[in-house]
């Protein structure tokens, strides 16, 4: 189940007494909500690689990504969220981390690549924002989670790094990174977001 028990019985209550939903609303936000940076990655041209390579040999990219970003987000005190297909969210409490763990997983794929066989040489598109969400434990609803899904999947490419406004302001002072700003329509919604370089 997506939910704990409380939550469960919250929404549920939710449904069968719409009459009382200003007061489980206010429930559902006092416990679950939390200002978090999500952090989305999407292994590039998965489908591609997939069809070149098979199914068994884009599962050992898979976990290849999983053995190098493991120790990463870990350092940074990551919260893995969860695992879909060549995705993963995590959850941090500040952007700096989030942005930190960003960098350092380019940096080791790009190290990785540097001596790993063609077959064996993968990029990753990653996608950050910044806002609250409810936070259900393995698993977080909001904004932010569909900004940096937006951002990591639908609009990076290769091995960019794409971060919301939010994620920006709180890290553009942070030496050594530099930021160049986009503009994108995507899904009806006008995205703000930033380049890192």
Request: charged share 25%.
């Amino acid at each position: 189940m997506l939910f704990d028990e409380k939550l469960r019985a919250l929404l549920k209550k939710r449904i069968l007494h719409p009459e009382q939903l200003t007061e489980i609303d206010s429930e559902i936000i006092k416990s679950y909500t939390k200002v978090l940076t999500i952090l989305k990655t999407d292994l590039a041209d998965f489908s591609k690689t997939t069809k070149e390579y098979g199914v068994i040999h884009t599962l050992a990219l898979l976990e290849l990504k999983n053995i190098l970003i493991e120790p990463i987000m870990q350092h940074y005190k990551g919260r893995l969220l969860k695992d879909e297909g060549d995705s993963l969210f995590i959850a941090f409490e500040s952007p700096d981390d989030a942005l930190a763990t960003a960098i350092n997983f380019k940096n080791a794929i790009s190290n990785h690549n540097q001596s790993a066989e063609n077959n064996y040489k993968f990029n990753v598109c990653q996608g950050l924002a910044t806002g609250e969400v409810i936070d259900v434990g393995k698993n977080a609803f909001g904004d932010a989670v569909n900004i940096a899904s937006k951002l990591g999947e639908d609009l990076a490419d290769g091995s960019q790094i794409f971060v919301c406004e939010n994620v920006h302001k709180y890290c553009q002072a942070l030496p050594g990174i530099n930021f160049i700003e986009h503009h994108a329509e995507i899904s009806d919604i006008t995205l703000h977001y930033y380049e890192v370089t």
